[in-house]
C-alpha cells in the first residue's frame, strides 16, 4: 500500500520521527507541533496519510464492520506503516533502531502496535502516543520483545472521547510489566496542550540522547465528594442507601453536564449526612440510563427509598435545581 507522505527535515537531523495522525485529520494535522515536539531539528519527520476517507480527513482503518473485518483493516494499516517506516529510514540514510514512532488518537494505538506487538523488524527507540484510542482486542504487545522500549502516553482527564482512564490503564500495566513508561495526564479534551508538548519535548530529547526514560505514574485526582457509581454498585449505594440520595446522570462530552458538576458538588458539600450525592456515566452504563428512561442529560435525579421520586432536567443554578428536587432551597 503507497501512502501520501510528507517530510520535514530538522536542519540537525540524525535520525527519523514517524507521527501518525488521528481519524478525520491528514497528513498535515501534526507538522503543527514539530516546533514544539523537536525545537532543535534533530529528526527527519515523516508524515503519512491514511489511506481511508473519513471526511473532513482521512482514517487508518475503517472503524465500522464485523469484529473480523476491523482485524483485518487493523492488520493491513499497521503492516503498511511497517513498511514505510523501513522505506523512510532507507531512504534517509537511517537506523530503524533509532527512529521514534508516535502519533495522536487512532495513530498513536496504531504507532503502540507498530512499536510494541510482535515484530520480526528491529523495534524502534520509542513510542510517543497522545490521547491513544486503542481498538479493544487489537493490541497484542509482545513484553518480552518490547521491553527496553521507552513509552510515553498523553491523556486528557476531560477528553469527551476517549476516557483517560484506559490509557492510564495501559500505563499501569505497561509499567507493571517492566517496560520505561511515562504518563501525563492533563485537563484538556481531545487534544494537546503547551503542558503536554513540553513534557512530550523532553522525553523525545532523552531518547534522541539514547536514554529509556521511566517515572512513576502520577496520582489520579481524586474522586471528590460525588462517588461514580455503576451498574453494579447502584442498587447499594443508590437504592438501598438510607438518606434521599441525588444521581447525576452525564457524559463526558456533554457541555452542560460540566457546567453543572460544580453545582453537584457543591450541594454534596453543603448537604453532607442529610443527602448523599453520586453520578453514573451514561455512555459506561447505558443500562441504568434505559432503565430510568435517560434520553437527555444533564438529568439530575432524586432518588427516595429506593425509587426515582423526583429529576431535574438541564444545567440550572443550585436554587432552581434544590427547588425542582423538592429540597429545602440553602441560601
Known sequence: MDLVTNVV???????????????????????????????????????????????????????????DDLADAFAEALAAVDDLLDAA???????????????????????????????????????????????????????????????????????????SAGTRGLAEALAEAGLPVVYGEYPMGHQVSAESMEQAQQWLARVHDGERPSEPLPEPEPEGLVKSVTTASFPTEVLGADVPVIVDFWAPWCGPCRQVGP????????????YKVVKVNIDDEPQLAQEYDVQSIPLIGLFRNGR???????????????AELGMLVIP
Request: hydrophobic share 45%.
Open 308 to 322: 426515582l421520586e423526583r429529576a431535574s432536567l438541564g444545567a440550572k443554578p443550585r436554587p432552581q435545581l434544590e
Open 89 to 163: 529510514c532507507a531512504e534517509h540514510g537511517f537506523e530503524r533502531a533509532q527512529a521514534v514512532v508516535g502519533g495522536f488518537s487512532q495513530g498513536a494505538g496504531l504507532a503502540l502496535a507498530l512499536a510494541l506487538g510482535p515484530s520480526e523488524r528491529a523495534r524502534p527507540a520509542g513510542v510517543l502516543a497522545l490521547s491513544p484510542f486503542v481498538t479493544p482486542g487489537l493490541l497484542a504487545v509482545d513484553l518480552e520483545g518490547a521491553s527496553e522500549v521507552p513509552v510515553l502516553l498523553q491523556h486528557g482527564t476531560e477528553d469527551p472521547m476517549i476516557p
Open 9 to 67: 527535515s530538522g536542519s540537525n537531523a540524525d535520525r527519523l520521527l514517524l507521527l501518525l495522525h488521528g481519524y478525520g485529520a491528514d497528513e498535515r494535522d501534526l507538522g503543527g507541533l514539530l516546533a514544539y515536539l523537536d525545537p532543535d531539528g534533530r529528526f527527519a519527520t515523516v508524515l503519512p496519510r491514511g489511506p481511508v476517507a473519513a471526511p473532513p480527513g482521512f482514517s487508518w482503518f475503517d472503524v465500522a464492520g464485523e469484529p
Open 263 to 274: 453545582i453537584v458538588e457543591q450541594i454534596a458539600a453543603m448537604r453532607q449526612g442529610s
